[in-house]
């Protein structure tokens, strides 16, 4: 069955602080892997994707690594911002033909002053 | 270049009323889709459009029907609310290439049945 599973479910973090968010899935046959950031009240916006043969990849303050064979991803977000405070959601595609895309619950993340 | 355009964006029915929520994107996606999100959980897909003129179940299908209108629209109806349908509605239509499948979402629609 394909799922995508993401760790921790909420967590709280000083501002300046760094923190790491994990996603582990069993999609197949994996096409791509996204992280989307959702603010409150809005719609997913995406912050990153990665293929199969592509391990890190950054876009300013986030760094999205994905290890193919463990099929895990992780979300580092650096130095945080009161404006990271969102729900961070991993998104794996299966290319079945067409495009199967299976979202992971989100880890909502707290930034604190 | 609005991309994908929910209406409305807030709504309150009581049990047992019908009503459309409307959805359409400016870019000449062919995939679009209808997730509900509720509080604490994560996106849950309600039904699918791979391509104009064609509809698919997702997870959560009960209690609520589709239509591709055309290629730009695709509304989801609800024919008799229930107060389990209290939930924030997204849109989204898909992008599809060699390896772009970025998704890309309308901004919600909250709606409670009261």
């Known amino acids: 069955k394909n799922q995508v599973e993401q760790s921790p479910q909420s967590l709280i973090i000083l501002e300046g602080k760094n923190c790491t968010l994990q996603c582990n899935y069993t999609v197949s046959p994996f096409s791509n892997l996204r992280w989307y950031k959702q603010d409150t009240g809005r719609g997913p916006v995406s912050l990153t994707i990665m293929t199969f043969s592509e391990n890190t990849k950054s876009n300013g303050r986030y760094t999205a690594t994905l290890d193919a064979d463990t099929k895990q991803s992780s979300l580092h977000i650096t130095a945080s911002q009161l404006s990271d405070s969102a729900s961070y959601i991993c998104v794996v595609s299966a290319h079945t033909g067409g495009f199967k895309t299976i979202f992971g619950a989100g880890t909502r993340l707290f930034v604190k002053a | 270049n609005a991309g994908v355009t929910q209406t409305p964006k807030f709504q309150v029915l009581k049990t047992g009323q019908s009503m459309t929520l409307q959805c359409a994107q400016d870019?000449?996606?062919?995939?679009m889709y209808w997730y509900r999100q509720d509080p604490g959980m994560g996106l849950r897909l309600i039904y699918y459009?791979?391509?104009?003129?064609?509809?698919d179940k997702g997870e959560v299908p009960n209690g609520y029907n589709v239509s591709r209108l055309n290629k730009r629209e695709f509304s989801l109806r609800l024919e008799s609310a229930a107060p389990s349908q209290t939930s924030v509605y997204f849109c989204a239509s898909l992008g599809v290439g060699t390896t772009n499948t970025e998704a890309f979402f309308g901004q919600g629609t909250r709606l409670t049945v009261v």
């Open positions: 459009s791979a391509s104009e003129g064609t509809t």
């Open positions: 870019m000449n996606h062919n995939s």
